[in-house]
């Protein structure tokens, strides 16, 4: 059997990929993840201290390391981590995004061992339909993009969310994942929890074209 680890942010894409790899029957061995700054070239920051608890709410290991999110250098945090642990190969949420692709096959080559990506170049509209029907629910924590205002923040992707995405992507390009920072995720309930999310004290912060929804605090249901 093949043993894995899941690279884990909270939101949607690392999270469907994990659902994804246990479907496929691998043995999942740990979750990592590299908790960075919001500026990180390759790293989900939003809210990144809430992924503790939601590993221990998945109940796989969890390793962990932090990252200052200097861009490149940032590369050497999760190869050091990932070197500490024995698999087979590595499997993240990357859908679109060359630099994040290129990066981590880079890494996996240099401690030889497979990159697994099982979302790579899937259609954008039909994953985020799958992701619902599978029972994941996820939440938008951060806009950068064209048509995404202040009202996003917080909302949950469901089918009339998928519908508005797809039509600013005709409207205005937008990647209809979010793929390339447009938005961010949190998922809040899906297969892989024992328990649902329970956000406390969530608060939108806006600044000219971009917000966050910052979450201070989770407990499970």
Same mark, same amino acid.
């Given at each position: 059997?093949?043993?894995?680890?899941?690279?884990?942010?909270?939101?949607?894409?690392?999270?469907?990929?994990?659902?994804?790899?246990?479907?496929?029957?691998?043995?999942?061995?740990?979750?990592?993840?590299?908790?960075?700054?919001?500026?990180?070239?390759?790293?989900?920051?939003?809210?990144?201290?809430?992924?503790?608890? #939601?590993?221990?709410?998945?109940? @796989?290991?969890?390793? &962990?390391?932090?990252? %200052?999110?200097?861009? $490149?250098?940032? =590369?050497? *945090?999760?190869?050091?981590?990932?070197?500490?642990?024995?698999?087979?190969?590595?499997?993240?949420?990357?859908?679109?995004?060359?630099?994040?692709?290129?990066?981590?096959?880079? #890494?996996?080559?240099?401690?030889? @061992?497979?990159?697994? &990506?099982?979302?790579? %170049?899937?259609?954008? $509209?039909?994953? =985020?339909? *799958?992701?619902?029907?599978?029972?994941?629910?996820?939440?938008?924590?951060?806009?950068?993009?064209?048509?995404?205002?202040?009202?996003?923040?917080?909302?949950?992707?469901?089918?009339?969310?998928?519908?508005?995405?797809?039509?600013?992507?005709?409207?205005?390009?937008?990647?209809?994942?979010?793929?390339?920072?447009?938005?961010?995720?949190?998922?809040?309930?899906?297969?892989?929890?024992?328990?649902?999310?329970?956000?406390?004290?969530?608060?939108?912060?806006?600044?000219?074209?971009?917000?966050?929804?910052?979450?201070?605090?989770?407990?499970?249901?």
């Amino acid at each position: 059997m093949l043993k894995v680890a899941v690279l884990l942010s909270g939101g949607k894409d690392s999270l469907y990929s994990l659902y994804i790899a246990q479907q496929y029957g691998w043995h999942i061995s740990h979750v990592v993840s590299i908790l960075s700054p919001p500026d990180s070239w390759m790293f989900h920051g939003v809210n990144s201290h809430l992924i503790p608890d #939601i590993a221990k709410n998945i109940g @796989i290991p969890f390793v &962990m390391a932090t990252t %200052h999110g200097e861009k $490149e250098k940032e =590369l050497s *945090d999760l190869k050091h981590l990932l070197s500490g642990i024995s698999v087979d190969g590595v499997v993240s949420g990357t859908i679109a995004s060359e630099y994040q692709r290129t990066r981590i096959e880079g #890494i996996c080559e240099e401690l030889d @061992i497979k990159s697994f &990506m099982p979302l790579w %170049h899937k259609n954008q $509209e039909m994953l =985020l339909l *799958d992701m619902v029907h599978s029972g994941f629910r996820a939440i938008i924590v951060a806009v950068a993009a064209d048509g995404l205002g202040k009202d996003w923040l917080g909302r949950e992707i469901d089918h009339t969310c998928i519908r508005e995405l797809v039509s600013l992507h005709e409207k205005y390009g937008l990647n209809v994942a979010g793929e390339g920072g447009e938005f961010e995720t949190l998922v809040i309930d899906c297969p892989l929890y024992h328990q649902s999310l329970i956000i406390e004290g969530g608060k939108k912060i806006w600044r000219r074209d971009s917000g966050v929804f910052r979450i201070p605090k989770i407990s499970f249901e």
